[in-house]
């Protein structure tokens, strides 16, 4: 399946975004869908997933609290709600598709959040 993702931007400390994961087919709803970002320097780091019915999410910690993953499988969709966002939240940011316990072989091409102060 392919993976779009969207939604990154500039957003000052504090703000939110919603980052949006579009998948080209019908069958995304059969995959468990996560995010994952890599700040610069750094490696990809895990942030949430969720699984195919939406029913069941899980948060890395430093997302918890602060980020939702939802799901909407009639638009073939995963989003990404990120609100009191801070510096050390920016990166790129990732979207994938797999088992709900990995591995995620499905990616899309990154959407860049910058939190600026």
């Known amino acids: 399946v392919q993976l779009q993702a969207s939604g ?9 975004l919603r980052l949006t994961c579009a998948a080209s087919a019908r069958t995304f709803r059969t995959y ?7 700040a610069p320097g750094k490696e990809r780091e895990f942030v949430g997933g969720i ?14 609290g ?3 993953i939802s799901r909407d499988n009639a638009k073939n ?12 939240d920016t990166a790129v940011y990732y979207c994938a598709a797999g088992d709900y316990n990995g591995p995620y072989d499905s990616w899309g091409q990154g959407t860049l959040v910058t939190v600026s102060s």
Do not use: C, H, I, P
């Not at 990154?8 to 939110?16: D, E, N, P």
């Open 32 to 38: 468990a869908g996560a995010w994952f970002r890599q």
């Open 66 to 68: 602060r980020f939702t």
């Open 8 to 16: 990154g931007g500039l957003v000052q400390a504090g703000g939110s």
């Open 77 to 88: 969709t995963v989003y990404l709600q990120m609100n009191n966002l801070k510096l050390e």
């Open 51 to 64: 699984s195919t019915s939406g029913s069941r999410t899980y948060y890395a910690d430093f997302a918890k």
